[in-house]
Nanobody, 125 residues
Framework: QVQLVESGGGLVQAGDSLRLSCAAS????????MGWFRQAPGKEREFVAA????????YYADSVKGRFTISRDNAKNAVYLQMNSLKPEDTGVYYC??????????????????WGQGTQVTVSS
């Protein structure tokens, strides 16, 4: 059974940092892209960051570029999101996602077939 489990969310103040982790199990993820998405209250889910199978291609949403860093450890079947200089507008549920198709990477959530349950990130001003 394919499973993605996020952790590391919490309540922080503006300017603080958090590191989200996503542990993957049930298959090998080393050949597929992994992504982070988020959903703020009352808003649609949006793309945050994506990383290719090798880590050689990385995409960020403009709103997080320069503040967030996505990385992965294929030996551990894990992907991470380091979030620095957090802002109140970063508040939301953060989801880890995995593509089904190997050797591609993108920003469109329709390309991601496997999703975690999400972890809440709340940034107070």
């Amino acid at each position: 059974q394919v499973q993605l489990v996020e952790s590391g969310g919490g309540l922080v103040q503006a300017g603080d940092s958090l590191r989200l982790s996503c542990a993957a199990s049930g298959r090998t993820y080393s050949s597929v892209a992994m992504g982070w998405f988020r959903q703020a209250p009352g808003k649609e889910r949006e793309f945050v960051a994506a990383i290719s199978w090798s880590g050689g291609i990385i995409y960020y949403a403009d709103s997080v570029k320069g503040r967030f860093t996505i990385s992965r450890d294929n030996a551990k079947n894990a992907v991470y999101l380091q979030m620095n200089s957090l802002k109140p507008e970063d508040t939301g549920v953060y989801y880890c996602a995995a593509d089904r198709t190997p050797f591609r990477v993108g920003r469109n959530e329709a390309a991601y077939d496997y999703w975690g349950q999400g972890t809440q990130v709340t940034v107070s001003s």
